[in-house]
């Protein structure tokens, strides 16, 4: 299996812009989890899916930031309009159940 | 609230060294546990997991961890660090409560192990 996979791997943006996020989830995997890394508050779930559904979005910062997940291959994470303290890593992680989370490469943000 | 505790944030060995990193977790109830690492510009990994059976785990790259239910404890230990062990390590926890509970991450360790 491939893995995970993130797209962009790189972004930089400017403030005010949209950012749109990809991640395609391990197949047969039906949690998909959106985190944030920075080093000031580590590791944060901003939301997480199951069979396609928004299950705890009480993570995500504020209405700028929107995640979708329109099939069970595919979820966007959108920061519209960003902001330079939205620069992080973002990462993707699918499981099985309340298996162990399979992460992907991250999206490393620069908001300029 | 549930919560992961890592008591040490940032911890300097010298290869050889032994290594323990502490894990405590706030639940009553039963809990899968597990330790991930994250080595500099990567994203993380799982380095062990423990679901039920044997509370000593063994995982990859020589790592180990024991379960202790009373402690609700999951200390992470390796025998001889290697420099190639410098690396950001996270205990996380998932506690059962009925329907799907969402792993619980700690804050992190980093580990920056000297030759």
């Known amino acids: 299996d491939a893995g995970v996979i993130q797209s962009p791997r790189h972004e930089v943006t400017e403030m005010g812009q949209e950012v749109t996020l990809r991640c395609k989830p391990i197949?047969?995997?039906?949690?998909l989890f959106w985190y944030r890394q920075t080093m000031m508050r580590g590791l944060e779930l901003l939301i997480y899916?199951?069979?396609?559904?928004?299950?705890?979005d009480s993570g995500m910062p504020e209405d700028r930031f929107s995640a979708k997940m329109p099939n069970a291959s595919f979820s966007t994470l959108k920061i519209q309009p960003s902001e330079p303290r939205d620069s992080a890593v973002y990462f993707c992680?699918?499981?099985?159940?309340?298996?162990?989370?399979?992460f992907g490469e991250g999206s490393r943000l620069t908001v300029l | 609230a549930q919560s992961v505790s890592q008591h040490n944030h940032h911890v300097i060995l010298s290869e050889a060294a032994s290594l323990e990193l502490g894990c405590n977790y706030s639940?009553?109830?039963?809990?899968?546990l597990f330790w991930y690492v994250q080595y500099p510009g990567q994203h993380l990994q799982l380095l062990l997991k423990y679901f039920s059976g044997d509370p000593l785990v063994k995982g990859i790259k020589g790592f180990e961890a024991e379960f202790i239910k009373s402690k609700f404890s999951f200390n992470l230990r390796k025998p001889s660090v290697q420099w190639s062990d410098t690396a950001e390590y996270f205990c996380a926890v998932i506690p059962f409560s009925g329907g799907y509970n969402k792993l619980i991450f700690g804050a992190g360790t980093r580990l920056a192990v000297h030759p």
């Open positions: 899916f199951n069979n396609n559904v928004p299950i705890d």
């Open positions: 639940y009553g109830g039963t809990v899968n």
């Open positions: 992680a699918s499981s099985l159940a309340a298996g162990e989370l399979f």
């Open positions: 197949s047969g995997h039906d949690y």
